[in-house]
């Protein structure tokens, strides 16, 4: 295939008549630049606009660019045609109005999947399209699942519309197309050894990846089982739709990913802090939700004389309350980096070194614990700033993390002797009081510029313990 000179492609005397014509039909301003983005022609003439910038492809490779208002897509595709045209040595004039209908087909088509945003409505539109375009008896999207590592049957119509097919990249035609980057026809596909008995019988096909920037992401097949071949104007056509096809199909893909990622972050946001959920979804930590056993802080908070207190008011009252403090504090928890575990009556449970490690995460779960005795005393509802007083323990050391419970309902949650503990610690615990294990206090007596001290509050004994646990009160400015 011969290089293409875009500058003499589009301004030969034809070529940029149609054009100028074409411009005028349509009423859409274009500027076509080559490669290097030098500008080779404004249509109309002296007008600029970069608006919207489509690229002009021939054989897989941007060779120029055409950008402007109104149907750029269609005029860029009208190019790439008009390139792979000339690159097979036909009259690109004769051969261009030859195939006016069929230009005109494709600015439609590209207004259309325009604005598809569902991966299987691309999939549709470009079925029903290809037949419009050429003669045929069943046609077939397939994309690559990368967890399977197969091509699947994402759409199909005629006899591919009831096929369960996958295959392998290399297996069969359509798995050497995706395998290849390279469009086929077939017409006599009995006789090709590619071709798998299992798959769909038929006796001529066209097959065309759907190629992006940066990888292939499945393929394209129309096929006929009448004895009806198919030739090299056919291939350019589909190939000229399947290159739009996959833009649009890349870009439905995307949509569904980030709609599937801020329902991911909208669920996780209830439970994770926000930079755990970035954490989770986006890998760049080490986040696991499966089960291990690792060190984490735990914080147990629980309104003391919550039962007494809920008897002065109605149930629907008691709901609103709890609602706008667990808002408040699960606020506080989140700015530092903690997890909220669960919710136990009015009791809070959360979690600081997991899924997502944190330094120094018994420091963060002291202050959290502060900051959460002193946020009471500033919600707005003076109900709850004068009636609710919240006693806090927190433990740290080794527990079992992770997706825990059964095949149809997983909580993540933490197990061990440090859960117990600081729940102890909680019921312990005056209003306005925080306790912490010998554990904690020793990792953070140390520390300098700390805004709090401790004070010895004494020993408990622990089922399952020999030795008691040491208990320090921690000692804050309300």
Known sequence: MHKISLKKLVTKGESLDFLRDLIADTDTSISILDQEENLLVSLPSGEFSSHI????????????????????????GFISYLAQQEASRKTLASEALDKYREINFLYNFAEKIATCLDVRDVARLVLEESHLLISSTSASVMLYNEQSGYLEVLEGTGDSAELKLSIRPGEGIAGHIFATGKPEIVNDVSADPRYKQHSLKCYSLICAPLMTKDRTIGVINISNTRNQSYNSQDLKLFSALTIQAASAIENALLHENRLRQIQIKNNL?????PQVVEAVINAKEEVSLSTSKRRITMLFSDIRNFSTKCEELQPEEIVSY???????????????QGTVNKFVGDMIVAMFGAPSDIENQELSAIVAAIDMQRCINTIPTTWISENFRTGIGISTGESV?????SSQHLDYTAIGDEVNIASRLQGLAKGGQILVTRSVYDAVSSMED????????????VKGKKKPVEIFDVIYDD
């Open 401 to 405: 993390v992770g997706n825990i419970g």
């Open 450 to 461: 700390i805004c709090f001290s401790f004070k010895e509050f004494g020993t408990i004994q």
């Open 322 to 336: 709890l609602n706008e403090y667990f808002t408040h504090l699960v606020s506080v928890i989140f700015e530092h």
């Open 269 to 273: 946001g209830r439970y994770l802090s």
């Open 53 to 76: 910038r489509i690229p002009v492809i021939l054989n897989e490779e941007v060779i120029g660019w055409v950008s402007g208002e109104g149907k750029v897509a269609a005029v860029a």
